[in-house]
């Protein structure tokens, strides 16, 4: 069963023309969510995210999800210039330009997860980082999404988190950025353009969120007094982890997006920010 929770549609509840625009996809074991894009003024003008009741336990489980949110969601049946898909799982490492090769795919996953034989791996490229994110997409979704809207261009949200962050303007401090999703969160830490650190972690507990936080600090050495963390994603000054977070520090925002779409929706400019910021 899905538990659909649609943040908001645009006031033009149906898209009658969309030769001209785009789709993005974001994905994970949660949820699903998309939006449509306007080529010529690059403005997001629809967005629409489901929840679901339980997270999925495997891949063909949400494939089941995604082709029933297919079957009744008019604004998903169109034709559309373009389609980028994006894989949000904890499946990948990052390999610096110089170490890579692209016959080693599996060797470089095998030092963080745990790989099958039957599992395709596949990298982007973070030009601006000089360096790849090797990892494994939900290859039968991506099948079932081609056999809908023919060739279209797959990333990994980290790829996408990373370059946005990278196109932010350039700062002396170190910074913290946390994106946060209902069992994991993304921690990417730059200074100068460049990216110090980055990794994910599951965590059931807000005590699970902050040991790996405050581990992470330690052996950076990240003084807690000075450091300035930016949240996104699904987190507000209500949260369970945001309140045990600023028990231990106390520089802590919210990295809000410039989409204008948020103008019309009933959610902060923070959340799905890898999907919805320009």
Excluded: W
Excluded at 78 to 96: A, G, M
């Amino acid at each position: 069963m899905i538990k659909m929770t649609v943040i908001k549609k645009n006031s033009t509840p149906t898209l009658t023309n969309t030769k001209d625009t785009r789709l993005s996809i974001q994905f994970n074991l949660d949820g699903f969510s998309f939006c449509i894009s306007n080529n010529t003024s690059n403005e997001t003008v629809y967005f629409s995210e489901y929840e679901f009741d339980e997270k999925q336990g495997t891949p063909e489980s949400l494939l089941n999800q995604i082709e029933a949110i297919f079957k009744t969601d008019i604004q998903l049946q169109k034709d559309f210039s373009s389609v980028l898909v994006i894989h949000q799982n904890d499946l990948y490492t990052l390999v610096p330009n110089t170490y890579f090769s692209e016959d080693k795919l599996i060797e470089y996953l095998d030092f963080n997860i745990k790989t099958i034989a039957t599992d395709f791996i596949t990298f982007d490229n973070i030009e601006s980082m000089n360096a790849k994110n090797v990892y494994v997409p939900y290859v039968n979704i991506n099948n079932y999404l081609f056999q809908n809207f023919g060739e279209f261009e797959y990333k990994h949200h980290l790829t996408i988190l990373i370059e946005k962050l990278i196109s932010l303007p350039a700062s002396k401090e170190r910074k913290v950025y946390i994106n946060v999703s209902k069992e994991n969160f993304d921690v990417v830490i730059l200074q100068n353009k460049k990216i110090e650190f980055s990794n994910s972690f599951s965590f059931e507990t807000k005590e699970d969120f902050m040991y790996y936080l405050l581990f992470t600090f330690e052996q950076l050495k990240i003084d807690v007094e000075e450091v300035k963390i930016y949240f996104t994603g699904a987190i507000d000054i209500e949260t369970e982890i945001y309140k045990i977070t600023y028990q231990y520090v106390r520089n802590i925002f919210f990295l809000e997006s410039t989409s204008k779409i948020f103008n019309q929706l009933s959610t902060p400019k923070h959340s799905n920010y890898i999907l919805l910021n320009s």
